[in-house]
């Protein structure tokens, strides 16, 4: 537990001249912030605010937000119960104000400034599409088994310094909270991405609490094709950690730890408007390093690791299941063990009961690693000593089903811990707990897959019903199609939402987010989507004219069908160029990749107005080029150079 819980009961007043954060069940020092100056102070309120100004309630200070002309306050005004574990609530964040810190600027004139606007826009989008869950008491950052391994360290640390960086969401903008020399850890609250279901079950007339809860880290985050592989830093796209918990009704209880991450590699597949886009695996000189770096960080934090992969043997993605392969043995780490199942080979013909081979093939590991379990009487009677690392491509669908059936596993194993089974007797002797289990867990694949992907999880219907069935392929269908939409033409501004709340992007004066605005390629390159769909129409309105003969619309309908193929076979050939790509980070060093390793296609070259305006931008002229090199600042600085 930490030194102090956080601040429960808050109320925001807001005057011209400052923001005042009051908890009216103590008798601490209000948080203040100077609109003028910037200045974060713990100061009494004003005795006449009372008298002419409404509080708003609140439930918890996010942060402040660097945007282009002032900094913004972010707070929580909506929240959700998700449930109690161990007595401690977690909830949901519903609403959220975002309040200018205006600097010389009145507040309408802040929000009438367009680059402004759109950054506001992002950030509102990003608030309101992801799931953000907190607790005053219990530290939703952290699996359970770890709070317990640093109870003694952190009775000396505030919240946030006892919170898991990966999984502390708003910690960017809770940094300049965290910079001053006032105590503000009451005020400060860590913020997970992530999901909570917390329920109950019954088994043999023991009821127990079940509990399904995950983290995703903030590092390397973003949307589905933006953020494939790893990083230099070692951290990989998409990862999420899954905690399944049980207690019993005398507090007795287990948790049982899985992660998943993208493929730890250089790679990508980059986006072209084809249903398959490229493939791209880069053999660069510090994947092995890389690689190095983010095993060693997983098996420092959760012990043991088993990597299971489960794309495809052959085909699209033949290629980067074999240099996962190259890699893992270089590296060669004596706590690492690499398992292949080409889970779409093996279970064919809807034969998803197949699994069971991979569980075969990992139980010895299973049982080494084991489960976290804490008596009712406090003592640790057992500690989980590893994980189970799982992957596919997206870290989504084929994940999902592994990670269920593999928590299934667990579960037999933590209930006959807790005494709610016997010996030899298996959870799914239990269909109404079953139906619990099943639903829980798809509701879990489906957040974390709207988060990465945009849609729910594809082969949820196993997930929940324990069989594959047509309907079920149906939806997956569907849910294919939306995530092709939104992937190709929707995802560039869900990017720059992440990279802009999570510090992947700062930006620097106006100027700086200018690539918001500007399209840099040609004028004809624009216009081709624009003449296809008016030649198109040029079409369908010539199959209602009035025609004096079929021969008068013969030449008519020979040009505009031209004109369509044309446009059609040029946006098909430029496809990468009518991506929605990010703006605020821009991907060129990976759309146009030509170092060593692996292409499915041959890369295009990098459009020569790159070129020029990466020239540009290098000489420091203000040009169009400007937003292609876009310079970062800490966040915290006092001093807002151009």
């Not at 609109?35 to 918890?60: D, F, K, M, V, W």
Request: charged fraction near 20%.
């Amino acid at each position: 537990m930490a030194k102090y819980t956080l601040h429960t009961s808050l109320q925001l007043w807001a005057s011209e001249d400052e923001y005042v954060i009051e908890s009216y069940d103590s008798e601490d020092l209000p948080l203040t912030i100077n609109r003028h100056t910037g200045e974060i102070t713990l100061a009494p309120l004003a005795a006449n605010y009372r008298a002419y100004l409404s509080p708003t309630q609140i439930y918890g200070v996010m942060g402040i937000l660097r945007l282009s002309t002032t900094d913004f306050l972010v707070v929580i005004t909506g929240r959700v119960s998700k449930g109690k574990i161990l007595g401690q609530e977690i909830f949901q964040a519903t609403d959220y104000k975002v309040l200018p810190i205006s600097s010389g600027a009145t507040t309408a004139q802040i929000l009438a400034h367009p680059i402004e606007q759109h950054l506001l826009a992002l950030v509102h989008s990003h608030l309101y599409s992801a799931s953000f869950i907190f607790s005053y008491e219990w530290d939703v950052t952290r699996r359970m088994q770890a709070q317990v391994i640093a109870q003694n360290d952190d009775a000396t640390k505030a919240p946030w310094q006892a919170a898991d960086v990966r999984f502390f969401w708003n910690y960017h903008i809770s940094l300049r909270l965290m910079q001053q020399t006032a105590d503000l850890g009451r005020y400060i609250m860590p913020v997970a991405y992530g999901t909570c279901d917390i329920q109950y079950g019954q088994i043999n007339g023991q009821r127990f609490q079940f509990a399904l809860m995950s983290r995703r880290s903030r590092f390397r985050a973003g949307a589905r094709y933006f953020t494939r592989g790893i990083d230099v830093e070692g951290q990989v796209g998409n990862y999420n950690e899954s905690e399944q918990i049980v207690i019993t009704e005398n507090n007795s209880k287990t948790a049982f730890v899985q992660t998943r991450g993208s493929i730890p590699l250089f790679w990508a597949e980059v986006n072209n408007l084809r249903y398959l886009p490229d493939m791209q695996v880069m053999e660069r000189p510090d994947a092995i390093p890389a690689l190095r770096l983010h095993l060693e960080e997983q098996v420092a934090l959760y012990g043991s690791q088993s990597l299971v992969n489960l794309v495809n043997s052959k085909g699209h993605e033949q290629q980067v299941k074999e240099a996962y392969e190259r890699n893992v043995k270089t590296v060669a780490l004596p706590s690492v063990q690499y398992h292949h199942f080409d889970f779409h080979k093996e279970c064919r013909h809807m034969r998803w009961d197949r699994i069971s081979i991979l569980i075969d093939q990992l139980e010895p590991e299973l049982e080494e690693k084991g489960f976290f379990h804490v008596t009712a009487a406090g003592g640790v009677q057992k500690w989980q000593l590893g994980v189970v690392r799982t992957n596919c491509m997206d870290n989504l669908d084929r994940t999902n089903v592994v990670q269920s059936a593999l928590a299934k596993w667990s579960l037999n194993r933590q209930l006959r811990e807790l005494g709610v089974l016997s010996d030899g007797e298996m959870v799914d002797q239990h269909e109404s707990f079953m139906v619990l289990f099943r639903n829980m867990w798809a509701d879990h694949a489906d957040a974390i897959s709207k988060a990465y992907s945009g849609t729910g999880a594809l082969k949820t219907d196993f997930t929940r019903t324990g069989k594959r069935t047509r309907l079920g392929a149906l939806r997956d269908g569907t849910n294919s199609a939306v995530r092709y939409l939104k992937n190709n033409y929707f995802d560039g501004p869900r990017q720059d939402a992440f990279d802009l709340f999570t510090g992947a992007w700062v930006p620097r004066g106006p100027s700086s987010a200018y690539a918001l605005f500007f399209d840099p390629r040609p004028l004809h390159t624009r216009a081709m989507p624009y003449i296809m769909s008016f030649a198109i129409f040029m079409i369908l309105a010539g199959l209602t004219l009035p025609r004096s003969s079929d021969y008068s619309l013969q030449y008519y309908f020979v040009f505009w069908i031209l004109i369509a193929t044309a446009t059609w076979a040029y946006i098909r050939a430029h496809g990468v160029e009518y991506v929605s790509w990010p703006r605020l980070r821009r991907l060129d060093e990976v759309i146009y990749y030509n170092g060593p390793g692996f292409r499915s296609r041959k890369a295009p070259k990098a459009p020569t107005y790159l070129q020029v305006a990466s020239s540009a931008a290098q000489r420091g002229r203000l040009t169009s080029a400007r937003p292609y090199h876009l310079d970062e600042v800490e966040l915290g600085t006092n001093k807002r150079t151009e």
